[in-house]
């Protein structure tokens, strides 16, 4: 059993002097492709962080939440039409309006290709759960329909690790990795712990007994909706 010499007092857990925090992530290649995954990077908007193309290009849309490829969500707004299951912007040399607060997936493309050529290329598209075999039949079939479509780049939201990207090209992937900002990263993060422990604080605490934490050589008062004082209930429920 713990005690209160090995666990952080409320205020140290309340002002995160435990916590430590370091970015996550896995990179690979495939082909001219170069992609990354990672469970914090998505705290970017990567359209924000890489250049776009030099030429003119439009966005597809290949998954929108639980409604599939996006064709619902984007289909019938001024710049956006239905592409099979999928929705697709008009050609251009800035960004359309895009939806947040969504599982998603998208690309760039840059290249002239015609719509029955990128439906026919991503029939049934979804994104493997991993890239980096490329004996399973999934991930080869992914990365044989990017190569037939040759996006300017694809990424997603919400799916596999939580943030996908994949470059056409070294340059570009170096390029995000390059401009991300860790110590930008860190503050959110930071922040999003800081509110997630004030919360757990608000819902558990205070610590007002009258009967002591139960676990061994705890001094301090239960409580109200357990049997251990607040720090032994978190570490407790942690395991």
Known sequence: MSTNNEIPTIE???????????????EGSYSNFF????????????????????????VLITY??????????????????????YAISDVSTVL????YGADNAQMLLDESIAD???????????????????????????WAALEAVKPYCYFSYGLFDGFTFIAR???????????????KIEA??????????????????PECGPEICIEENCERLRIKLAVRCFMHQIQWGST
């Open 12 to 26: 140290e857990y309340l002002k995160l002097s435990d916590w430590t925090f370091s970015v996550s992530m896995n």
């Open 35 to 58: 992609w990354l995954r990672s469970r914090h990077l998505g705290a970017l908007d990567v359209l924000e962080t890489i250049d776009l193309p030099k030429k003119p290009f439009r």
């Open 64 to 85: 929108w939440d639980w409604n599939g490829g996006g064709a619902s969500t984007y289909g019938s707004e001024a710049g956006w039409r239905e592409l099979g299951e």
């Open 96 to 99: 359309p309006k895009l939806h």
């Open 116 to 142: 029955q050529e990128i439906l026919r290329a991503l029939s049934n598209f979804d994104e493997p759960y991993t890239l980096d075999d490329l004996e399973e039949e999934h991930a080869k079939k992914f």
């Open 169 to 183: 090209g070294h340059d570009l992937r170096r390029q995000f990795l390059d401009r991300v900002s860790q110590h």
């Open 188 to 205: 959110i993060y930071r922040e999003r712990e800081s509110d997630t422990r004030a919360r757990m604080w608000q819902e558990l605490g």
